[in-house]
């Protein structure tokens, strides 16, 4: 069964935007973290931004100022509002919430920026 289904990906010229939507279908996902991940052509899959339940926040230093990580548990969703975007910010973007005794990752998003 799909536990996270990611969509809002595709492609958007430098300095475009885009919002990335991750739905989850488990019960619990109100009470854990959620993150957006991503991974490059030749790359290792890297954290881009992590929501805790209670709605705090991180992101990597390459991202800050420019992604805002939100979720709404009304609608089991986490979302990933890019501006800026630049064509280094091109990737598969994952979904991934850690509850007890799971990992769920989503089927990934594909973002291209071009330059």
């Known amino acids: 069964q799909v536990q996270l289904v990611e969509s809002g990906g595709g492609l958007v010229q430098a300095g475009g935007s885009l919002r990335l939507s991750c739905v989850a279908s488990?019960?619990?996902?109100?009470?854990?973290?959620i993150s957006w991940y991503r991974q490059a052509p030749g790359a290792q899959r890297e954290l881009v931004a992590t929501?805790?339940?209670?709605?705090?926040?991180n992101y990597a230093d390459s991202v800050k100022g420019r992604f805002t990580i939100s979720r709404d548990n009304a609608k089991n969703t986490v979302y990933l509002q890019m501006n800026s975007l630049k064509p280094e910010d091109t990737a598969v973007y994952y979904c991934n919430q850690r509850g007890f005794g799971y990992s769920d990752w989503g089927q990934g998003t594909q973002v291209t920026v071009s330059s």
């Open positions: 929501i805790s339940s209670d709605g705090r926040t």
């Open positions: 488990r019960s619990t996902f109100s009470i854990y973290g």
